[in-house]
């Protein structure tokens, strides 16, 4: 990248690579469907790719509250159909 007075020019590599003829297809699908042209697409691609990965994320843990009653459930969880009764009742 240089600029000569009000004029910027910008250098950029052209280079030609071999795609299996599957990859190249279905890149073009997915660029095509996202609207953008397949350079782009192969860009974003590599980039996402190059790009280094955050560390140091934990796993998702989920909490899912218990409630302890007294009572037994007054429905067989096991029948969908009572279930579905039960939900529709309320």
């Given at each position: 990248?240089?600029?000569?007075?009000?004029?910027?020019?910008?250098?950029?590599?052209?280079?030609?690579?071999?795609?299996?003829?599957?990859?190249?297809?279905?890149?073009?699908?997915?660029?095509?469907?996202?609207?953008?042209?397949?350079?782009?697409?192969?860009?974003?691609?590599?980039?996402?790719?190059?790009?280094?990965?955050?560390?140091?994320?934990?796993?998702?843990?989920?909490?899912?509250?218990?409630?302890?009653?007294?009572?037994?459930?007054?429905?067989?969880?096991?029948?969908?159909?009572?279930?579905?009764?039960?939900?529709?009742r309320e």
């Open positions: 990248c240089r600029i000569y007075g009000s004029v910027l020019w910008l250098a950029h590599m052209k280079t030609t690579i071999e795609l299996d003829d599957e990859l190249l297809r279905a890149a073009k699908q997915r660029a095509a469907a996202s609207g953008q042209p397949l350079r782009a697409f192969i860009e974003d691609a590599l980039r996402a790719r190059l790009l280094p990965r955050p560390r140091g994320r934990s796993k998702f843990k989920l909490d899912v509250p218990v409630i302890k009653g007294k009572a037994p459930p007054a429905i067989d969880i096991a029948d969908r159909n009572a279930l579905y009764d039960l939900m529709e």
